[in-house]
């Protein structure tokens, strides 16, 4: 009955067209002052303390970082390094559109980022080249999801500060923690390249029946001078995951190392980005920034109105008292995620979500490391199709698209992807195998 009252007071707050993360800062407020003794001014407090956690310093710096990145010209050379490795195939800039989106997704953490950066250069040059504009479209908007899945991703690191802290046991007993933002990169590294080469196919297949054109076969001289011009975009990749692994830095330090080294190398070494330009950017940025802070504060709060009121215990030991074993509670999740991604962004939902999925995962014997990204891809199919996908309104503003007809266009990679999601869902080493052979796990 609690729970009921408090979902149903958030989806009605929601349904007048309120913002998401004050429909939840109202609905604890109401909830506590109405139903409980709990002093309000708990939620103050709560207020300042939900975001006092370092790693959420990661989520300002990555946005930071992929802002620079969008704007100094790194994605241009990302797009021609990749044109001139696989160009010369069936869909030749479809392929080299599908091979830029996952090297900037390793450089930016944002999906949005990744669609604006690679599609606003390659989608005119297809349309130039004879590629119908709905093919074009289907593949950067699909592959431009991939910015969330492979590693930095700032939904990762989002689905990690709020599991953090949550008293999870197994079914053992035993106490289970947390996946840290370091298991979560690493563990994003072989789904991420697994999708990106399913995304690659898909878009082989539709140009080879279709016979979409081809560039000319690029000599090794010439790749060998793309990439040395987009090395230097690449090098952040080593940075941020090397760094990562070898304990050089933590996730946030390298958050803010990857948002230093983007600033140098868009002003002072590809001088694409103008130091008047900067201002600019950083506004962007702290604009962003403050949009996704204060919905992570709200979404602090609702948690601890969940904890509180024992919902996301009690709701683990329903289950396992009524039967649902591991396999039916993840078809179950997966469903409700896709149907919460029909009418909210992605950051809402893992804030909403994860804590009160987590406890009652860990419950059955889940992993929380391959919980985290069966999340990430349910969030990344949700990107992708209505009607609040932002991949697809983002990808809409790019080439003029109506939603519908792009909703169409995305079809056949949307569907590659929800086979993809399954195999994530059910086959659990394709997660955790990488953090495990690097002694993460």
């Given at each position: 009955?609690?729970?009921?009252?408090?979902?149903?007071?958030?989806?009605?707050?929601?349904?007048?067209?309120?913002?998401?993360s004050i429909a939840l800062g109202l609905t604890v407020l109401a909830f506590m002052?109405?139903?409980?003794?709990?002093?309000v001014d708990t939620v103050a407090l709560k207020l300042f303390t939900g975001i006092e956690k370092f790693e959420i310093m990661a989520i300002p710096f990555f946005i930071l970082a992929g802002n620079f990145l969008t704007h100094g010209g790194v994605a241009k050379r990302m797009i021609n390094f990749a044109s001139s490795m696989v160009g010369h195939w069936y869909g030749g800039l479809g392929l080299a559109g599908v091979m830029a989106c996952a090297l900037f997704a390793a450089v930016s953490g944002s999906s949005p980022a990744t669609v604006v950066a690679i599609g606003s250069v390659i989608l005119p040059a297809m349309v130039r080249q004879g590629f119908p504009k709905q093919f074009g479209a289907g593949v950067i908007t699909t592959s431009g999801a991939l910015g969330i899945l492979i590693p930095p991703s700032i939904v990762m690191v989002m689905y990690s500060v709020a599991t953090s802290g949550i008293t999870a046991t197994g079914p053992d007993g035993k106490v289970v923690s947390a996946a840290s933002v370091g298991q979560l990169f690493i563990a994003g590294v072989i789904p991420g390249l697994i999708l990106a080469g399913v995304l690659a196919a898909v878009t082989w297949w539709i140009a080879w029946r279709n016979d979409y054109p081809r560039l000319t076969k690029a000599s090794w001289g010439e790749r060998l001078i793309t990439f040395r011009k987009a090395a230097w975009g690449l090098l952040l990749i080593v940075i941020v995951i090397g760094g990562i692994y070898t304990g050089a830095f933590t996730p946030t330090e390298a958050a803010a190392m990857s948002a230093v080294y983007a600033f140098v190398i868009s002003v002072f070494v590809y001088k694409d980005l103008k130091l008047s330009d900067v201002p600019r950017v950083l506004l962007s940025s702290a604009n962003m920034s403050a949009m996704l802070l204060y919905i992570i504060t709200n979404a602090v709060l609702f948690s601890y109105l969940m904890t509180s009121e024992n919902i996301p215990q009690a709701l683990g030991e329903w289950m396992v008292n009524s039967g649902l074993n591991w396999w039916m509670f993840l078809i179950a999740v997966n469903l409700l995620l896709l149907a919460a991604g029909n009418f909210m962004e992605p950051s809402s939902i893992v804030l909403i979500m994860a804590p009160i999925l987590f406890p009652?995962?860990?419950?059955?014997?889940?992993?929380?490391?391959?919980?985290?990204i069966m999340i990430v891809v349910n969030m990344e199919v949700g990107m992708c199709h209505p009607p609040v996908g932002l991949?697809?309104?983002?990808?809409?503003?790019?080439?003029?698209?109506?939603?519908?007809?792009?909703?169409v266009a995305v079809m056949p990679w949307l569907l590659a992807m929800l086979v993809f999601l399954l195999f994530i869902t059910y086959v659990p080493a394709i997660s955790t195998i990488l953090p495990r052979m690097l002694g993460m796990m």
């Open positions: 009955m609690t729970a009921a009252i408090i979902f149903g007071g958030l989806i009605a707050l929601m349904l007048t067209g309120m913002p998401i002052y109405l139903m409980t003794s709990v002093p009652v995962a860990i419950k059955l014997g889940i992993d929380p490391v391959h919980f985290g991949n697809l309104y983002v990808a809409s503003g790019i080439t003029r698209m109506g939603i519908t007809e792009l909703t």
